[in-house]
């Protein structure tokens, strides 16, 4: 059931987030964890406030950049992406010219086929992941997610994957790939262990990084060496935990608690 949010409501994009995330879950788009995974997002973006700090914006133009510099860049999606931001997510991958790869953790049929009827109505054209003529099995991941596409992950060079669970980046990265995450979690597994990590919400860092992309679709490979020489993952992160932890003692220092 749909619940309407009154538009004055001072929390209504959250609500309305929230709601999709809901509604979802009921199309079977989302997995019943997923919405433990979006509670715990939402608490790391009150410490956020809820908008996009300069670092972050950072972060996304060097994912921009790495998937830009790929040879074979993917984007893999899951429930809760698909329920936040599908019309995004699609036209990121057209920008960047990444195929679409449906890969769950809490795999079933009729959740990837309602993920790809999601997603084909934002616009896709082509999804993978789906087809078992074109399946092959990631060894190093011990969950149903190592099953991947021949013509997607199993080959790719770099690899998307917001809101991502854990062990996979890693055994993404021992495969030699890029992986490119977005978690609000700056100290989750994913975070630590991604080539590039956005710490900010799904559903404003992907518009931004679409921004990026038009703007920086047209750079040579040079031009994206030279670029991508200039940021580091590492320091990234710490500069997104120096915000949140200077942000949480600036507000218990004012004579007013307000939001
Ligand atoms: O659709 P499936 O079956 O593949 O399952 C997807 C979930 C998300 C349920 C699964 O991958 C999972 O359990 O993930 P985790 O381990 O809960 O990790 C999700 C991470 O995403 C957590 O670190 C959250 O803080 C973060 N997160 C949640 N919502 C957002 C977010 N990060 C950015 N934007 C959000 N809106």
């Known amino acids: ?17 929230r709601e999709a995330i809901i509604s979802g879950m009921h199309q079977k788009v989302v ?18 406030g809820e908008v996009t700090p300069e670092f ?19 984007i893999s999606v899951n429930g809760n992406v698909a329920a936040m ?6 036209a990121l991958g057209k920008l960047l010219r990444a195929p679409l790869e449906i890969n769950l953790f809490y795999r079933s049929q009729e959740r990837e086929q309602a993920i790809k009827t999601k997603l084909i109505g934002a616009g896709a054209e082509k999804i993978l992941g789906l087809d078992p003529e074109f399946q092959e099995t990631i060894d190093e991941i011990s969950h149903l ?6 013509r997607g992950i199993a080959i790719s060079d770099c690899v998307f994957v917001p ?8 055994a993404l990265r021992h495969l030699g790939k890029n992986v490119v995450t977005v978690d609000l ?7 630590l262990t991604a080539n590039v990590s956005i710490t900010n919400n799904i559903i404003r860092a992907v518009p931004e990084m679409i921004d990026f992309a038009k703007k920086l679709s047209n750079l040579s490979k040079a031009e994206l060496t030279e670029r991508l020489n200039q940021f ?8 997104a935990l120096i915000f949140m932890s200077e942000r949480l003692k600036s507000l218990a220092e004012t004579d007013k608690l307000t939001i």
Do not use: W
Request: hydrophobic share 35%; with cysteine; glycine share 4%.
């Open 1 to 17: 059931m749909n619940h309407e949010i009154p538009k004055d409501h001072p929390r209504y994009l959250s609500l309305t987030v």
């Open 31 to 48: 997995a019943e964890a997923g919405l433990i995974a979006h509670g715990r997002g939402e608490a790391f973006d009150y410490i956020l």
């Open 56 to 74: 972050a914006l950072k972060q996304e133009e060097f994912a921009v950049l790495k998937m830009l510099a790929a040879k074979k860049p993917v």
């Open 85 to 90: 931001c599908p019309e995004e997510i699609v």
């Open 145 to 150: 997610r190592r099953i991947v596409d021949t």
């Open 163 to 170: 809101l991502e669970d854990g062990d996979r980046t890693q």
């Open 185 to 191: 979690n700056p100290l989750s597994r994913t975070s």
């Open 232 to 239: 580091n993952n590492e320091s990234l992160l710490q500069d």
